[in-house]
T-cell receptor, first 113, second 113 residues
Framework: EAGVVQSPRYKIIEKKQPVAFWCNPI?????LYWYRQNLGQGPELLIR????????DSQLPKDRFSAERLKGVDSTLKIQPAELGDSAVYLC???????????FGAGSRLTVL | GQQLNQSPQSMFIQEGEDVSMNCTSS?????WLWYKQDPGEGPVLLIA?????ELTSNGRLTAQFGITRKDSFLNISASIPSDVGIYFC?????????????FGQGTILTVHP
C-alpha cells in the first residue's frame, strides 16, 4: 500500500512568487494534516482536516497561506506570495479518525530566494 | 503554547554503544510518541505510549511513559550506523487524546562505525 504521497519534493522560487504543494493521504485516512518544519526544529501544525472540513487552522498564516481538500481526499497547500521566511519543509500527514498516530509523507522542501 | 524539551540536543557515539534520550514537558500528556526522521524524509513512528508507567519495546528500542505523565524516555541498545537520524518526541496538545501533535526540537544521533 502506498504511503502518504507528496509533490513536488523540492521547489525553488523567488520571493513574491506563488507555490503549491499537493498531498495524497493513505486510503481510508479521513484526517489530513499539513505541518511546517523549519531547519533544526520539529514539525509545527499548520492545518488539520477531518474529511473536507478544516477543523484546526489556527496556526495557518491566512494572509498568504491557503489550503483545500475539496473531496475529502487529496489536499493542496498554497502560498501566495512567498516570503524568504517561508523556506522550510512542508510535511503532509494522515491518520484514521480519532487516532493520534500520524503517517507522514516525505515532505516538500521549499527554498525562497 | 505547550513545549516539549528534548535532551540531549545531539549525540555522537560509537557503534555498539547504548543510547538514552528524554523528553520533558511542563504539562501532562496522555500519549507519548517517538518518531525518527532520516535526512530528506518525513518522520516515521517508532513507538507509541498510552499509559503512565508503560514500557514498550520495538526491537532494540525501548521507550517509557513517565509516571508523572510529564516525561518520556527512549533507549536504543547496541547502536548501529542506520540508527543515525533525528529522534522526535511528540504528544497531543492541550490534554487531548488526539489531533494536534506537539513535537520536541529533536535529538540528533550520529553513530561512528
Amino acid at each position: 500500500e502506498a504511503g502518504v504521497v507528496q509533490s513536488p519534493r523540492y521547489k525553488i522560487i523567488e520571493k513574491k512568487q506563488p507555490v503549491a504543494f499537493w498531498c495524497n493521504p493513505i486510503s481510508g485516512h479521513n484526517t489530513l494534516y499539513w505541518y511546517r518544519q523549519n531547519l533544526g526544529q520539529g514539525p509545527e501544525l499548520l492545518i488539520r482536516y477531518e474529511n473536507e472540513e478544516a477543523v484546526d487552522d489556527s496556526q495557518l498564516p491566512k494572509d498568504r497561506f491557503s489550503a483545500e481538500r475539496l473531496k475529502g481526499v487529496d489536499s493542496t497547500l498554497k502560498i501566495q506570495p512567498a516570503e524568504l521566511g517561508d523556506s522550510a519543509v512542508y510535511l503532509c500527514a494522515s491518520s484514521l479518525p480519532g487516532a493520534n498516530v500520524l503517517t507522514f509523507g516525505a515532505g516538500s522542501r521549499l527554498t525562497v530566494l | 503554547g505547550q513545549q516539549l524539551n528534548q535532551s540531549p540536543q545531539s549525540m555522537f557515539i560509537q557503534e555498539g554503544e547504548d543510547v538514552s534520550m528524554n523528553c520533558t514537558s511542563s504539562s501532562i500528556f496522555n500519549t507519548w510518541l517517538w518518531y525518527k526522521q532520516d535526512p530528506g524524509e518525513g518522520p516515521v513512528l517508532l513507538i507509541a505510549l498510552y499509559k503512565a508507567g508503560e514500557l514498550t519495546s520495538n526491537g532494540r528500542l525501548t521507550a517509557q511513559f513517565g509516571i508523572t505523565r510529564k516525561d518520556s524516555f527512549l533507549n536504543i541498545s547496541a547502536s548501529i550506523p542506520s540508527d543515525v537520524g533525528i529522534y522526535f518526541c511528540a504528544g497531543p496538545a492541550g490534554g487531548t487524546s488526539y489531533g494536534k501533535l506537539t513535537f520536541g526540537q529533536g535529538t540528533i544521533l550520529t553513530v561512528h562505525p
